[in-house]
């Protein structure tokens, strides 16, 4: 079983769920949260192997659609960039000094595409019961004919069958949705006034007259042609990521366990769920 992270997300997750830690000058919350997150997951889903995935500062879908996650990333004043900057360091710390440190090998960022891309090409073709995402971001249902995805908000898996439950359609058609619905926290637009609940029922031969129907008709092929690509996992010419063997040691737990003050890490049941990573993982 291999368990896989949308490591930016969790590491949002670790930054709001928690309140503000230091050690010696150094922000730590993220770093400590996230480590402790590994811990719980593998624990849980007793994985043989473990990857983390990792968004680009740049994203190809700028090129393509300019506002993309625009306000997201300009609508700090700069006071919230400069209080965010700790915050931020700490993501960059884990991708580039903690996760190798620890022996992990499988750490995965590309310039110009997204985490959620990555994932994607790393689940294709995969037996969905034994490959788990972390994360809560429901643009990665569209995976879920080849994935579990843990919801780390919701604290429950969600597999294909309760997808389907849900919504009615299958999970590959959940980019059409998307495409036509648009994505809010992505800031890609879609057709006015229609929400994801409207365009399943237009999708699936449920609503037929009204003005909703009459906007989706008659827009839909254009913004299906833009939004697509948008939304559609993984992006175009995403490289799909290759598996390496971890190598991980007690001794490097030890050690960053001790250098960001994460005694209570070294304690069981922390200590022991660990040990049995390092015999189990790959």
């Known amino acids: 079983m291999i368990v896989i992270f949308d490591s930016n997300y969790v590491c949002h997750v670790c ?37 983390f995935c990792w968004d680009s500062p740049v994203s190809k ?14 609508g700090r004043t700069e006071q919230e960039k400069k209080a965010f900057e700790p915050v931020k360091d700490q993501f960059n710390k884990l991708r580039d000094i903690v996760l190798p440190k620890l022996g992990f090998s499988n750490i995965f960022c590309v310039e110009g595409y997204e985490s959620d891309d990555l994932i994607a090409a790393l689940v294709k073709g995969r037996d969905p019961k034994e490959t788990i995402i972390i994360t809560s971001d429901e643009d990665l249902y569209q995976l879920l ?57 237009y999708m699936l031969g449920k609503i037929t007259k009204g003005k909703k129907f009459d906007s989706i008709k008659n827009n839909r092929e254009q913004i299906m042609k833009r939004n697509t690509p948008l939304v559609k996992l993984p992006f175009d010419k995403t490289p799909t990521p290759k598996l390496k063997d971890n190598d991980m040691c007690f001794d490097q737990f030890d050690v960053i366990c001790h250098r960001y003050g994460f005694e209570s890490l070294l304690k069981d049941p922390y200590l022991k769920i660990w040990s049995k990573m390092i015999r189990r993982i790959k």
């Open 15 to 51: 930054y709001h769920g928690m309140g503000e830690l230091s050690y010696k000058g150094m922000r730590t919350e993220v770093i400590f949260g996230f480590i402790k997150q590994v811990i719980i997951m593998c624990e849980k889903f007793e994985p043989d192997q473990i990857a």
């Open 61 to 74: 879908r700028e090129l393509i659609y300019p506002t993309y996650k625009l306000k997201r990333k300009g």
């Open 145 to 201: 004919d080849n994935c579990t995805i843990y919801s780390i908000g919701k604290k429950r898996s969600i597999t294909r069958k309760d997808f389907i439950s849900e919504y009615g359609i299958e999970p590959s058609q959940w980019a059409e949705v998307k495409a036509i619905a648009g994505c809010s926290t992505d800031e890609v637009e879609g057709i006015v006034g229609v929400g994801a609940q409207t365009a399943i029922l």
